[in-house]
């Protein structure tokens, strides 16, 4: 690997939100078995919800993550199922973190937390790193390789590895529209009418779902790890919070919804998650044929899938702007955030007119 290309490698930041080392030091010595080993902490700046942080300790790079403070929605930030999930992806799916150990004592940390092994490698943000250039010839590779992965998701056999008890696949996108539809409603801070408008045609016009696969639901460019060597190999998936069995065209709906392309209105692709309006990359309607190529999946419906992904991504950033308003993070990325819930809630609109 060149001196460039080492420095693509996604860094941790200095620490924002601090965590209690004179708790944690004692505790990861003896549940990792390294007596006397001295604990240096970063935090790595991406991601809105879950906190995710890099500890230096004995050598070994280890990553921990936990929920982010004053987090009221215990459901969304359940440390102990995300470790579960990668204990039972991580024997059959490569490209997943190995989780090394799981805190139920929320007497250390405030709250559980897990500690998984760092996948090193480069994530994608809206901003590339320095020296890092896509021509239109990688961009489109990238692209591809973003949709067989997701592709590779939805091929994992549920029942071999215990998946299928994430979830009830049955019903799922009609609990889906309501469980959303109620969130948003337990998390409004402003009048925004097209939420209510994208919500009530939701649930008028909800498909039939094929066989149920694994979901990421949150799956997009800066959630992957790319070998800097090879931008096109994706070494890991990342963030396996939301993680569930259902539809997976409901998978496919939220990744389109973070693939923003060059002509998308101002306020969209300020939310961009990826270089994904690079020239040469996919567009929304190429990724999702793509995808259809490579699974067999129909695409009769990918109006209300993409409407869904959008409206649920709204709702997300709703709940992160509420704990902005009410002083449980001080991070100025969410002061935006609703500004972000307008847009969305404009691109869901434009979906479900086919645009």
Known sequence: MTATRDHWIDAAKPVREALDLERL????QQALEMPGAEIAVEQFPGGHSNLT??????????VLRRPPFGAQIKTAHDMGREFTILGLLAPVYPRVPRPLLLCDDEAVLGARFYVMERVRGVVLRSRLPAGLELDAPLARRLSQAAADTLAELHAIDIDAT????????????????????????AAVTDDIPAMERVATWLAANMPESGPPTLLHNDFKYDNLVL?????????????WEMATVGDPLMDLGTALCYWVEAND????????FGPTAVPGSYT???FAEHYARVTGRSLE???????????KTAVVAQQIYLRFVRGHSKD?????????????AGQAERAIAGE
């Open 25 to 28: 030091t004692p505790y990861l």
């Open 227 to 239: 070998d800097p060597d090879d931008l096109t190999r994706v070494r890991g998936v990342l963030d």
């Open 284 to 286: 929304r309607q190429e």
């Open 301 to 311: 419906h990918l109006s209300f899938y993409r409407a869904f992904g959008l409206f």
């Open 53 to 62: 942080y890099l500890l230096k300790m004995g050598g070994r790079e280890l």
């Open 332 to 344: 100025p990325r969410f002061a935006m955030m609703i500004e972000g819930v307008r847009a969305l």
């Open 265 to 272: 209105p101002p306020p969209v692709r300020a939310f961009a």
């Open 162 to 185: 215990g998946l299928r008890a994430l979830g009830h696949p049955d019903g799922y996108v009609l609990r889906q529209v309501e469980g959303w539809t109620k969130r948003y409603a």
